[in-house]
């Protein structure tokens, strides 16, 4: 489990014990909230950059991950992946890739899942090739 994670549980609970009932109201808002402020970021990048999606691609990955858009995340970590791939960035690629699959598997089981979950594994696999043969060369 992360550290921010245990902290936000840590803090929850404390909050719970020591709070009045319609605490808990305020702790969902606070992190609705959250979820929201990583939207706008991610939204205000496809807006100003929408000539030039594929330069920000980490960017995007990284703020709709924050914002729980699950579609838009894994979405742009794929693309991500790929760009990393291309970019001989093996160790990146299979990370955004990775979290793409992780994301994805919060999801719902449908055949609109399965197939992206195939889409990223026929990415996964070179990327997972091409660092084993670069530590092979060491």
Known sequence: ???RLKTSLAR???????SPPQASHCWRRQHREQGATALRPAQAIETLFQDKLTEHYSQLAYHYSRSGNVLKAVEYLHLAGKQ???RS?????IEH????RNLLM????TPARRREELALL????PAWMAARAMRHRR
């Open 12 to 18: 929850w609970s404390d909050f719970q014990r020591h």
């Open 97 to 100: 890739l990775n979290a793409a």
């Open 106 to 109: 919060t999801l719902p089981e």
């Open 84 to 86: 990393a791939l291309q």
């Open 89 to 93: 960035a093996q160790f990146d690629a």
């Open 122 to 125: 026929l990415t996964l696999g």
């Open 1 to 3: 489990m992360s550290g």
